[in-house]
């Protein structure tokens, strides 16, 4: 209920209330990795806003989710895309990070600059 294809990989469940969420098991040649990826994929979303339009609280049970079409590569290809895609958010996440704090800089020299809070001399050569 709500957020919808939100997914976790949880590696021992015991007795538990799990009031508004779908336990999955995985097989043997599906691993959990995979399955947490394809519930944030754009195919699954968009099957799952399908099945779920026009509620105004959009619900998923477990029979939408047995009626999801599911790509299943081979398992070694599971984990290579896997780890592919986890390298790249890694990679994503350092970027935005990076980007941020260049950011914050730029604002900040700009802030100084344009108030003339800090004095700007050329440099020994430079013309204006």
């Excluded at 339009?53 to 599911?70: D, E, K, Y």
């Excluded at 980007?99 to 344009?114: I, N, P, R, V, W």
Aim: positive net charge; charged residues 20%; glycine residues 8%.
């Amino acid at each position: 209920v709500g957020y919808t294809g939100l997914a976790a990989i949880i590696p021992c469940l015991g007795e538990v209330n799990c009031a508004n969420m779908i336990i999955v098991r995985h097989s043997e040649q599906v691993s959990p990795e995979w399955i947490s990826l394809l519930f944030g994929a754009s195919i699954f979303i968009c099957q799952v806003n399908g099945f779920t339009a026009g509620s105004a609280q959009p619900v998923l049970n477990i029979q939408l989710v047995q009626r999801l079409l599911t790509p299943i590569p081979r398992p070694d290809e599971q984990q290579k895309i896997v780890e592919s895609l986890t390298a790249l958010d890694s990679r994503l996440r350092k970027e935005r990070l990076q980007s941020s704090k260049l950011l914050t800089l730029k604002q900040g020299l700009m802030s100084d600059l344009l108030t003339g809070r800090v004095r700007v001399t050329m440099p020994e050569g430079v013309t204006k």
